[in-house]
């Protein structure tokens, strides 16, 4: 059985983390969740997997260009401040310039169209591909905070494609030539989400712990589990 901990959870994803794998108990007196997962996690880098519990983690440690309200599937600002549609087929898209990495980099308008460009390759073999490759002709960086997105097609559901499913990695992260590594992030991720991994044994345990420099709405609800898990505090 697969242990996952935190040390707080946003009511959202705590919510759906319980849906996909089974109850989870917290209380006031410590800030560290516990969650028993009946499927092991091995990879940590969901441009690289499907499954849903890998869904809830990309959520935690990640984060998309765009955000898509469950309830009223308005697509909120993330990433990305907002955009503007040049024609039909260009998509110029703004960036925040506060974003920073579990690294500590700043995110840049490079990182976003080099993880688009990469993605959209067929030498990615990701399991994103079929997202972008459907709409995406190529990205370019028109300025520090500006990416633009030149289509292949008119394509009406970029903006939800861009916040349901590529996660932002750092320019070159995955290599090229000889020297591509698709497994780059599968095991030391480096997001930019609400939390960042501090360790990681693939099909035992993750432990991720708040990022204090995440850009948006830090997570405002505690929760913790009891167990047999070392605390993180």
């Known amino acids: 059985?697969?242990?996952?901990?935190?040390?707080?959870?946003?009511?959202?994803?705590?919510?759906?983390?319980?849906?996909?794998?089974?109850?989870?108990?917290?209380?006031?007196?410590?800030?560290?969740?516990?969650?028993?997962?009946?499927?092991?996690?091995?990879?940590?880098?969901?441009?690289y997997t499907t499954k849903r519990e890998y869904i809830i983690l990309a959520q935690l440690t990640d984060a998309t260009l765009f955000e898509l309200d469950p309830e009223t599937q308005d697509v909120n600002p993330s990433?990305?401040?907002?955009?503007?549609?040049?024609?039909?087929?260009?998509?110029?898209?703004?960036?925040?310039?506060?974003v920073l990495f579990h690294d500590g980099t700043t995110l840049t308008a490079e990182d976003v169209a080099y993880t688009y460009n990469w993605i959209k390759s067929a030498e990615s073999q990701s399991n994103a591909n079929g997202v972008v490759d459907r709409w995406l002709d190529t990205a370019e960086v028109t300025s520090p905070t500006t990416v633009r997105f030149n289509l292949a097609s008119v394509y009406p559901l970029v903006l939800r494609?861009?916040?349901?499913?590529?996660?932002?990695?750092k320019a070159g992260t995955y290599?090229?030539?000889?020297?591509?590594?698709r497994n780059a992030m599968a095991t030391d991720l480096i997001g930019t989400g609400p939390y960042?991994?501090?360790?990681?044994?693939?099909?035992?345990?993750?432990?991720?712990?708040?990022?204090?420099?995440?850009?948006?709405?830090?997570?405002?609800?505690?929760?913790?589990?009891?167990?047999?898990?070392?605390?993180?505090?």
Not at 5 to 14: D, E, G, N, Q, T
Not at 79 to 98: E, N, Q
Not at 175 to 181: L, P, T, V
Request: charged share 25%.
């Open 161 to 169: 494609d861009m916040a349901n499913r590529i996660m932002i990695r």
């Open 196 to 233: 960042r991994v501090t360790s990681f044994e693939p099909g035992t345990e993750l432990v991720l712990e708040r990022f204090d420099d995440f850009f948006g709405e830090a997570p405002e609800i505690e929760w913790t589990c009891p167990g047999n898990v070392e605390s993180t505090n």
């Open 79 to 98: 990433i990305a401040t907002g955009y503007d549609w040049v024609d039909d087929t260009t998509l110029d898209v703004t960036l925040r310039d506060d």
């Open 175 to 181: 290599g090229e030539g000889e020297a591509i590594d």
């Open 1 to 47: 059985m697969f242990n996952l901990r935190w040390r707080s959870l946003c009511a959202a994803s705590a919510l759906a983390l319980a849906t996909a794998t089974g109850p989870a108990l917290a209380g006031p007196d410590d800030d560290t969740l516990r969650v028993a997962m009946s499927e092991e996690i091995l990879n940590l880098d969901y441009n």
